[in-house]
């Protein structure tokens, strides 16, 4: 079977604590040979850099649109010192995850936007690609790629999409890959299931973002809740799972979605290709032995 790459998932959240390597082995065992995590904030840089390294998995390093009320103008510098210093590891592929959001009120928009413009400012400084927030702003996230962009494309992802088919257009037409997880999953969401089925195969890329956006078949209602039943968490171990939902969309095999989407991630995010090379490498001596 292919392998998959979870493009983006917190494996540092709490919710993990001490059940995350057994969280992790569970994901391998189910061929998610690779993880990106993303850091949120000046907090957890040296946090997921360190899983990462210790696991074999991927990070990002940013300040997320929601840990702006609480970052300050030190924690720009901080990220530019910390991009400066880790340029050579091979396990650092993108600032991240940055962005906007307007679906959680009370923040200060332009707060907000003063942190993601000047960590895209960074990512073309680095080169590096970008994991980016969508959440109700694809068009202001839009005008900041342009602006900062200047006529370049970019490399990276825009995380969680759930956008019309002319913003993922737009995404799309500025060199980024879309985003999709559990949310696909859900009969009800018709519009984003219709851009899972009909979109360019390339412009696809997979991710959970454990342990939030749980599939339906972890997904507990209000009243479910209410009465006492849990919400379940996600996992990167889900993802071939919500897989099978977009292959099924597709009308393709699970083992084409994921090489496919397995080789955007890497056009999204370069230096996961010789991390993948190098598990495929693995994988095969295992299936020679076995």
């Known amino acids: 079977m292919a392998l998959f790459v979870d493009t983006h998932?917190?494996?540092?959240?709490?919710?993990?604590?001490?059940?995350?390597?057994?969280?992790?082995?569970?994901?391998?065992?189910?061929?998610?040979?690779?993880?990106?995590?993303?850091?949120?904030?000046?907090?957890?840089?040296?946090?997921?850099?360190?899983?990462?390294?210790?696991?074999?998995?991927?990070?990002?390093?940013?300040i997320h649109p929601l840990c702006t009320g609480d970052a300050e103008e030190g924690d720009l510098d901080l990220l530019n010192a910390e991009l400066a210093s880790r340029r050579d590891d091979p396990r650092l592929v993108a600032v991240g995850e940055i962005g906007l959001d307007y679906f959680v009120e009370g923040f200060d928009d332009d707060r907000q936007q003063h942190f993601f413009h000047a960590q895209l400012v960074l990512a073309r400084k680095y080169d590096l690609p970008v994991?980016?927030?969508?959440?109700?702003?694809?068009?202001?996230?839009?005008?900041?790629?342009?602006?900062?962009?200047?006529?370049?494309?970019?490399?990276?992802?825009?995380?969680?999409?759930?956008?019309?088919?002319?913003?993922?257009?737009?995404?799309?037409?500025l060199g980024l890959k879309l985003g999709f997880g559990?949310?696909?999953?859900?009969?009800?969401?018709?519009?984003?299931?219709?851009?899972?089925?009909?979109?360019?195969?390339d412009a696809l890329v997979m991710e959970t973002d454990s342990p939030d956006i749980q599939p339906h078949w972890l997904y507990r209602t209000a009243a479910q809740r209410q009465d006492g039943q849990p919400q379940a968490r996600n996992e990167p171990g889900e993802l071939p799972r919500i897989a099978e939902v977009v292959?099924?969309?597709?009308?393709?095999?699970?083992?084409a979605l994921a090489r496919a989407t397995t080789r955007n991630a890497i056009a999204a995010m370069p230096k996961l290709a010789p991390l993948v090379d190098s598990l495929i490498d693995v994988s095969v001596q295992n299936h020679k032995q076995a």
């Open 9 to 62: 998932c917190h494996l540092d959240a709490s919710e993990f604590g001490a059940d995350e390597p057994a969280v992790r082995a569970r994901a391998a065992a189910r061929n998610v040979a690779l993880c990106v995590i993303p850091a949120v904030a000046a907090f957890n840089f040296a946090t997921v850099r360190e899983l990462a390294h210790a696991q074999g998995d991927a990070y990002g390093l940013g």
């Open 131 to 173: 994991i980016i927030h969508v959440r109700r702003s694809v068009d202001k996230v839009l005008k900041h790629l342009r602006q900062v962009g200047a006529g370049r494309p970019w490399q990276g992802i825009a995380h969680a999409f759930n956008g019309s088919e002319q913003q993922a257009e737009a995404c799309i037409a």
């Open 182 to 201: 559990g949310a696909v999953t859900f009969e009800r969401a018709l519009q984003l299931r219709r851009l899972a089925a009909s979109l360019p195969l």
């Open 247 to 255: 292959a099924g969309l597709r009308g393709m095999s699970i083992d």
